[in-house]
């Protein structure tokens, strides 16, 4: 670098660096809202904020705004940051909120919602994030109803639109909902994967914390710990154990054989493995 690149660099590192010493809470919030769209650089900060001993609360239809917010020293996430849903939908359903209070429960959201604003898709992601989880905390029986519930959002804003009043004179809020078909709900890990497709990496558990006991007796190394370990031990083979997030197959240019690379995650992180062709 040139003395004027490396002074204007110096200069930003200093400032940023105090920010994160002395507002850390604020300084993660804003850096994960620059990167709302960027799930690979969310998992970092999330990774980070967990080194840091910041709780990340999840998304909620009650609680979050569109970004990043402080809330009491903890960070909530930001509606608009869940995959595919889009920022001008959560912009909208937040004024709404804002507008006319708290979404009591899930008949009040479906009855108060644009049936325009929202899709499907961008419903199954919002439900599969666990956003709904404060006002109906069966993701697993929303997700199978969302083309009823999405019905019932439309028909209601036709009505609205045609200034017609219901013959039974609905009470204030709208109709009631249609019946919910019952199912069962998703077990532990079920929910986890939904989750993870929604927000791009495990936010409210690991599939692993189940396994805590049994990777401790087979003396599994956590990533967060493994460069520890090697300081200990330099020459050590170590143990680790993940779940796959992300394969990348290649062929070597040279010999033809084929490797991969391997994103896997455990309970404190995110690391890459490579693959050779006779493993």
């Given amino acids: 670098f040139n003395k004027s690149h490396a002074a204007a660099y110096a200069l930003v590192a200093y400032q940023t660096a105090w920010l ?43 609680a979050s705004n569109v970004m990043f917010k402080v809330e009491e020293a903890k960070i909530r996430y930001a509606l608009a940051a869940l995959k595919g849903v889009g920022h001008g939908a959560m912009e909208k359903v937040v004024a709404e909120r804002d507008e006319s209070g708290r979404y009591k429960d899930i008949a009040d959201f479906i009855n108060r ?8 898709k961008q419903f199954e992601q919002l439900v599969c994030a666990g956003a709904f989880d404060s006002i109906h905390a069966r993701r697993a029986q929303l997700y199978e109803n969302i083309e009823t519930l999405l019905r019932h959002a439309q028909a209601q804003a036709e009505e609205r639109n045609s200034g017609q009043v219901s013959l039974f004179g609905e009470p204030q809020g709208g109709a009631a909902l249609p ?20 927000v791009g990496f495990y936010l409210s558990a690991h599939p692993l914390d189940t396994k805590v ?34 394969k990348v197959e290649k062929v070597s240019a040279k010999s033809g054989n084929k490797f991969a690379f391997l994103q896997m995650s455990d309970a404190t992180g995110v690391y890459e493995v490579m693959i050779f062709s006779e493993t």
């Fill in 20 to 62: 994160k010493a002395n507002y850390p809470v604020e300084f993660m919030a804003a850096s994960m809202t620059l990167d709302y769209g960027n799930t690979d650089k969310l998992a970092i900060f999330k990774q980070e904020t967990q080194r840091m001993g910041i709780p990340l609360l999840p998304p909620d239809i009650n």
């Fill in 113 to 120: 919602l644009d049936s325009k604003v929202i899709n499907k």
């Fill in 179 to 198: 019946p919910l078909k019952d199912v069962q709900e998703w077990d532990v890990l079920e929910k986890l994967r939904y989750e993870f497709d929604a």
């Fill in 213 to 246: 006991e049994q990777l401790e007796r087979m003396k599994i190394v956590p990533i967060a710990r493994v460069a520890e370990e090697l300081d200990r031990r330099p020459s050590s083979r170590i143990q680790m154990a993940g779940i796959l997030i992300k």
